[in-house]
């Protein structure tokens, strides 16, 4: 039987107090005259009641339909195509480009851990682990998209060299996309490197937390390492190779993205 750390008002008690370290950074900030207190304020009142929004979305979804998972997942995936358009400006259509990427990403990782039943179909199963597939999907397209256009600008004359002696637009930037792809990678590969010598991942955390074996619990932790692994490492794929079709005309000419 797992126990809980705290029931939900003795929670609610405990998470107020945890109210002091935002104080200290508070009096920190106030110290050093760095003028974030307003800013760390906003952004802990703003969390807490998103966070607490999703906790009702949650209670009620867990115990609707699965049909619902797929309305949830479709709505978390337009929001992460949006916001990671933001990182991707300078193309043509960049919601679309995003939304498909993430959406192939994340899609294949899922359908997968879903057919060979290592997602179990159960709500409190699904949401969660959904979320953070498609987030860091988000956050891998975004990172891939900001450096891929950054790349082009600033090689533009070297790949216009390259295309001038007969190179196809993706032969000229391959060395971009090459750059784009590892330097997006980053983050997670080097947290999957510390994984149990420097990080210790909330989700096992978690389940330590509440009384799952270890073995278990870092089981667990390292299949969701690989599903956000495989489903950003499509998705950046996914993402460099549409961008390479806006960023380059029919006829193999570098686009002005100025």
Same mark, same amino acid.
């Given at each position: 039987?797992?126990?809980?750390l705290?029931?939900?008002?003795?929670?609610?008690? $405990? #998470?107020?107090?945890?109210l002091? *370290?935002?104080?200290?950074i &508070? %009096?920190?900030?106030?110290?050093?005259? /760095?003028? @974030?207190?307003?800013?760390?304020?906003?952004?802990?009142?703003?969390?807490f009641?998103q966070?607490?929004?999703?906790?009702l979305?949650l209670?009620?979804?867990?115990?609707?339909?699965l049909v619902?998972?797929?309305v949830v997942?479709?709505?978390?995936?337009?929001?992460?195509?949006?916001?990671?358009s933001?990182?991707?400006k $300078? #193309?043509?259509?960049p919601?679309? *480009?995003?939304?498909?990427? &993430? %959406?192939?990403?994340a899609?294949?990782? /899922?359908? @997968?851990?879903?057919?060979?039943?290592?997602?179990?179909?159960?709500?409190?199963?699904?949401?969660?682990?959904?979320?953070?597939?498609?987030?860091?999907?988000?956050?891998?397209?975004?990172?891939?998209?900001?450096?891929?256009?950054?790349?082009?600008q600033?090689?533009?004359?070297?790949?216009?060299?390259?295309?001038s002696?007969g190179?196809?637009?993706?032969?000229?930037?391959?060395p971009?996309?090459?750059a784009?792809?590892?330097?997006?990678?980053?983050p997670?590969i080097?947290?999957?490197?510390?994984?149990?010598?420097?990080?210790?991942?909330?989700?096992?955390?978690?389940?330590?937390?509440?009384?799952?074996?270890?073995?278990?619990?870092?089981?667990?932790q390292l299949?969701?390492?690989?599903?956000?692994?495989?489903?950003?490492?499509?998705?950046i794929?996914?993402?460099?190779?549409?961008?390479?079709?806006?960023?380059?005309?029919?006829?193999?000419?570098?686009i002005?993205?100025?």
């Amino acid at each position: 039987m797992v126990e809980y750390l705290f029931e939900p008002i003795d929670g609610l008690f $405990k #998470l107020a107090l945890t109210l002091i *370290l935002l104080a200290v950074i &508070i %009096l920190l900030s106030r110290y050093r005259k /760095l003028d @974030i207190e307003e800013e760390l304020i906003v952004a802990t009142v703003r969390g807490f009641m998103q966070l607490m929004f999703l906790a009702l979305i949650l209670t009620f979804i867990f115990e609707s339909h699965l049909v619902l998972v797929l309305v949830v997942y479709g709505v978390m995936i337009l929001m992460a195509g949006y916001t990671s358009s933001k990182r991707a400006k $300078k #193309l043509k259509a960049p919601l679309e *480009l995003t939304t498909t990427s &993430i %959406l192939v990403g994340a899609g294949i990782t /899922l359908i @997968i851990m879903i057919l060979t039943g290592i997602i179990p179909l159960r709500m409190e199963f699904l949401i969660p682990l959904g979320g953070m597939v498609i987030g860091n999907s988000m956050i891998n397209c975004s990172l891939a998209l900001d450096r891929l256009g950054s790349d082009i600008q600033s090689n533009r004359n070297k790949i216009e060299a390259a295309l001038s002696l007969g190179a196809t637009s993706e032969q000229a930037s391959l060395p971009q996309v090459r750059a784009a792809v590892r330097a997006s990678l980053i983050p997670t590969i080097d947290n999957l490197k510390t994984l149990g010598i420097i990080l210790i991942p909330g989700t096992m955390t978690g389940l330590l937390i509440a009384g799952a074996d270890p073995i278990w619990a870092a089981s667990y932790q390292l299949i969701i390492f690989f599903m956000i692994l495989c489903a950003g490492s499509i998705t950046i794929i996914t993402a460099t190779y549409l961008a390479q079709q806006k960023l380059f005309s029919k006829k193999h000419q570098l686009i002005d993205i100025n």
